[in-house]
């Protein structure tokens, strides 16, 4: 059974391809994590297999737009450690703290106290790691902090899935798209309103009609 799209929803079909809503999307929830927490910072690294780093994807708070992009080794900092073991952790004093980067943290221009850190999967295969610096716990315990932090990474991991999955898909589907003779009549058709689309609707149908007699 065919399902025709309604006209009213084919510019939410192609948005679902872009992959700028997908991003906004990874960013609300980086920004959800700072918020909850009251940080000063949350970014979400998205692991690139054929550099075999961790690169800031999202980021909000303090440096914010002079990180993304910037990677980091696998096997380096909190956010290496978490990629390697799978696990939520608090670290609560970064001075004593071995696993810490001090000389990455003051590259970027902010140094944490203390970092919440967890890992972004899906279907069981690790995609990144989402981190909170300098979160303030008051109120939460450590054991409620990493419960909202997970499922705040939950949400993070769906994000950025869907963005990855729409960098490699989109551009052949709207290249598709594009190179349709009946997509681009229809698109040239769509600023007529009133009787004139109706005329438009009419003359796309009877085409795509006769194509397929012919087809």
Not at 12 to 26: I, S
Not at 51 to 59: G, K, P, Y
């Amino acid at each position: 059974m065919s399902y025709e799209i309604p006209g009213a929803l084919r510019p939410t079909v192609g948005r679902l391809l872009d992959p700028a809503t997908h991003d906004e999307l990874l960013r609300s929830s980086v920004r959800l994590a700072r918020l909850a927490f009251r940080s000063g910072a949350a970014s979400v690294f998205l692991y690139d297999r054929r550099r075999d780093e961790l690169v800031f994807e999202a980021s909000s708070g303090a440096g914010e737009d002079r990180l993304l992009g910037v990677s980091v080794p696998c096997d380096q900092g909190i956010v290496g450690w978490v990629w390697n073991t799978g696990e939520t952790i608090i670290a609560h004093d970064l001075r004593r703290d071995p696993r810490f980067n001090r000389e990455f943290a003051e590259s970027t221009g902010f140094v944490p106290n203390e970092i919440m850190a967890g890992p972004l999967d899906l279907d069981g295969e690790s995609i990144g790691v989402l981190e909170v610096l300098d979160p303030r716990l008051d109120g939460y315990g450590d054991t409620a902090a990493i419960e909202l932090l997970t499922e705040i990474t939950r949400q993070s991991s769906a994000a950025l899935s869907l963005l990855v999955a729409a960098r490699s898909l989109g551009p052949g589907l709207r290249a598709q798209q594009e190179s349709d003779p009946l997509r681009r009549l229809d698109a040239a058709l769509g600023s007529r309103d009133g009787k004139g689309r109706q005329a438009a609707d009419a003359l796309v149908t009877a085409l795509a009609e006769l194509l397929g007699e012919r087809g």
